[in-house]
Nanobody
Framework: QVRVVESGGGLVQPGGSLRLSCATSNFIFEDRTMAWYRKVQGKERELVARILGGGDTHYADSVKGRFFIARDNAKRTVYLHMTNVKPEDTAVYYC???????WGQGTQVTVSA
């Protein structure tokens, strides 16, 4: 089954930057749309960004212009470059395909001064 391991989260000040990484295995990575999701306490998990196998990207309005998704097919890795972060970006961030069956542990991002 699809396996993902998220990393790179941590504490960051408002306005700062952070890069999240997602290492994957057990599927044909280059053929799959990959996405980042996040879950804020008390809210449903939401789609943050996605990147198609061909490289086309889509973003939630809340992060557009601030977050950027990228992929390295050779490394089977997807990234989320976060810039100008805001306190409301605080959440657990998850990486997955566009058709999730199981979820990894996620990585916590906390934006605070």
């Amino acid at each position: 089954q699809v396996r993902v391991v998220e990393s790179g989260g941590g504490l960051v000040q408002p306005g700062g930057s952070l890069r999240l990484s997602c290492a994957t295995s057990n599927f044909i990575f280059e053929d799959r749309t990959m996405a980042w999701y996040r879950k804020v306490q008390g809210k449903e998990r939401e789609l943050v960004a996605r990147i198609l196998g061909g490289g086309d990207t889509h973003y939630a309005d809340s992060v557009k212009g601030r977050f950027f998704i990228a992929r390295d097919n050779a490394k089977r890795t997807v990234y989320l470059h976060m810039t100008n972060v805001k306190p409301e970006d605080t959440a657990v961030y998850y990486c997955n395909t566009d058709f999730p069956a199981t979820w990894g542990q996620g990585t916590q991002v906390t934006v605070s001064a």
